[in-house]
């Protein structure tokens, strides 16, 4: 089973922007075990939309595209499917309501670019975009599947996996390709690699392995090819549990879990509450764990110092302390940490403090030093990691960073490099 | 003049790599005042890279082919070369000297994979790889150039900037096209384009328009295309200018420029600091601050008052106040922010405090709910918004529409919608 992607816009072919899409849904419709044939992007000139449905068409039998659609810009890729697949178009009454109690809240008056989004092919099938005014459109022709889906990536991403994914599924008796990723953090791409080589040897043939570094972590995907599913997933479970033996602290969850996520639950289960103060991170952490629904049951809040003043008046450290030691210190990222938890009155507190750069670096603690601690109801521990020089990668590895100390802190593990 | 874009390889196509080189060289083609026509992945069989060198061939005068080349996976890819070319391999000398020269200091011997890298299709002109083992391959066929690189994004652009684009360069009289990007915040799409379409309508017809919505911002984009690159800065400069005077409240910048890094700049030029008390946004407009480098100049710090006994016990709200109005409403809002500009010690105070979601909703306040309020010097200023059903992207304009009616009420204009 082989599909094509297909991108419509300028902003791709001018180099605006990255095409991140296409690899996500690469990636979607290959756990499906659907291959991906060719991925093209082109332009929003109708007669160059037609010859590229055409050719996809003949080769692929199942063809999704995203972009060139949206309130400002529909009208030319809207023709041209209508001339593609002989169809006019006809108002919808559905996607007209949809639009209407989007804009409702929003106060903003239904104009005629919105009205016009309501006009779809009379022959699609109409896929209902919860999160946008342009809706999805599904085509069978010529034995050959077409989507249409917005290029906002959460739109396409909620369109993917609400309708076209399901429908995919339904339709396709599909060989099957189980993927697992495994998240890692604490260690490099070459040192894991090293640390898990022998078990990397031992994978039987139908199983292979990818390392996906990152600035958050490094992910480990095991994709495992054949006939039976069981089997596979009973073979991929027992490799899994094999690595979990070898690298047992560096492993913090599976696919698309997240570390803040991971803490949550474990905090939950604990009945415990978690605080927060940042200063190099700067908010990031805070904005880690308030990312995932539900986190107000187990985070209570946190406070920015980025300054030594806001340490002094509201986290209550000692002026002293800092000016004896820096605020890029153990003892005052220690200090730090007690301070959160005495005044956001939590159970457990993590404190940051270091030099994310790019200025503001001595030869003592050049950029990219960065000490993190955890204040728990037993103890207080705290280490210095020395990460690169990139400002944006800094925090986001310094935050994962201090959010791995607390998960190991939490699970009582012994918490190594 | 057109140019088309492939790459070749399955790490695309299975979503594994992001295809960034190609919104790289577009990019760099652009301001040679090339365009890209199409951008197309496909994998390394050799009659899928013919007929896609065909098409590419056929179209445009310049295609650009990357990947396929390296120790391990070039034979497929040369071999189709040589068919589609008509011609043979031959060993070239000068690459395997520099093979040779590469190999020495990292104490390798050269074994056949290495050798086979000198094997190059006879009627090519050689491109020297300084950075690597496999050299860019130039053809001319049929009055089209077609160029062969490896993927690995650093040799590629050390071929581009040092090998193929001074040879275009001189092959080519190349048409400027020039690009400008205006960022407005507050105007979804339609509005926007409802509110400038008279504006659209006197562009001429050398300056085309396109809408980049996303959930930050809603970028616009102005390409003019021209011989006279004076004449079209200065024609692309008197039309912003003239947007600026239909929308002067919703542009806050251009190109790259940051809401945040924006308000840093109005900070400073007034000696101005900063600080942030966030509920719903959980640190996010503290994060989108302290990414810029220098923030600390003019920003103290923020409490994440993710609880209600937070934003009592640190920002001293009334428990009151909060019972009768509900920690979402008008009142609140403005006391966190006078609270955090007090416990701060700040000039400036930004609060949010709203329902992200999935969860928390009721009729009166439905999710996406979003109080945010700014205090200052001289006053204290609130509004609500309604955002959509989705958590993270209501964070994130939460977090710039926030920032955005901080940056009015420091430019003192008059906020609208």
């Not at 959460?154 to 994914?165: I, P, Q």
């Not at 099957?176 to 791409?189: A, D, K, M, N, S």
């Not at 030869?363 to 020089?389: C, L």
């Not at 925090?395 to 607390?406: D, F, H, V």
């Amino acid at each position: 089973m082989e599909a094509e992607l297909i991108t419509i816009g300028d902003e791709i072919l001018i180099g605006q922007i990255v095409d991140t899409n296409s690899a996500w849904m690469a990636q979607k419709l290959n756990d499906e075990g659907i291959n991906i044939r060719q991925i093209t992007s082109i332009s929003d000139k109708p007669d160059h939309i037609i010859s590229t449905l055409r050719e996809a068409g003949q080769k692929s039998s199942i063809v999704l595209v995203t972009g060139g659609l949206g309130p400002t810009k529909d009208d030319r890729t809207k023709s041209a499917l209508c001339s593609y697949f002989g169809t006019t178009l006809i108002e919808n009454g559905a996607v007209l309501d949809h639009i209407a109690q989007l804009l409702i809240p929003r106060g903003i008056l239904m104009n005629s670019l919105n009205r016009d989004q309501a006009l779809v092919p009379a022959s699609a099938t109409i896929l209902h975009n919860q999160l946008g005014t342009a809706p999805g459109l599904w085509f069978k022709y010529d034995d050959t599947i077409y989507v249409f889906m917005p290029g906002v990536p959460f739109e396409m991403k909620y369109l993917m996996e609400n309708e076209v994914l399901p429908r995919i599924k339904r339709l396709y008796n599909t060989t099957t390709i189980l993927h697992r990723t495994i998240l890692t953090q604490g260690l490099g791409e070459s040192s894991l690699a090293e640390k898990i080589e022998y078990w990397e040897d031992s994978l039987p043939e139908n199983i292979s392995l990818a390392y996906l570094p990152s600035p958050q972590s490094v992910r480990l995907r095991l994709s495992a090819r054949g006939d039976n599913k069981k089997y596979l997933m009973k073979l991929i479970d027992e490799k899994i549990k094999e690595l979990e033996e070898i690298i047992p602290t560096y492993i913090f969850g599976f696919e698309d879990e997240t570390m803040a996520g991971n803490i949550g639950k474990l905090l939950c289960e604990r009945g415990m509450n978690l605080g927060v103060a940042e200063s190099c991170t700067g908010g990031n952490i805070a904005h880690f764990i308030t990312l995932n629904p539900g986190s107000s049951v187990y985070f209570k809040g946190g406070i920015v110092a980025y300054s030594n003043e806001v340490k002094v008046n509201v986290l209550g450290i000692d002026p002293n302390l800092i000016a004896d030691r820096g605020a890029v210190s153990k003892d005052v990222v220690e200090a730090m940490a007690v301070g959160a938890r005495k005044v956001l009155k939590t159970d457990y507190a993590i404190a940051t403090s270091g030099i994310a750069g790019p200025d503001g670096g001595t030869p003592d603690k050049p950029v990219g030093t960065v000490w993190i601690a955890v204040a728990g109801p037993d103890r207080v521990i705290s280490k210095v990691s020395n990460f690169a020089n990139h400002r944006e990668r800094n925090i986001i590895r310094s935050s994962q960073t201090a959010l791995n100390m607390l998960r190991l802190e939490l699970l009582k593990k012994y918490y190594t490099v």
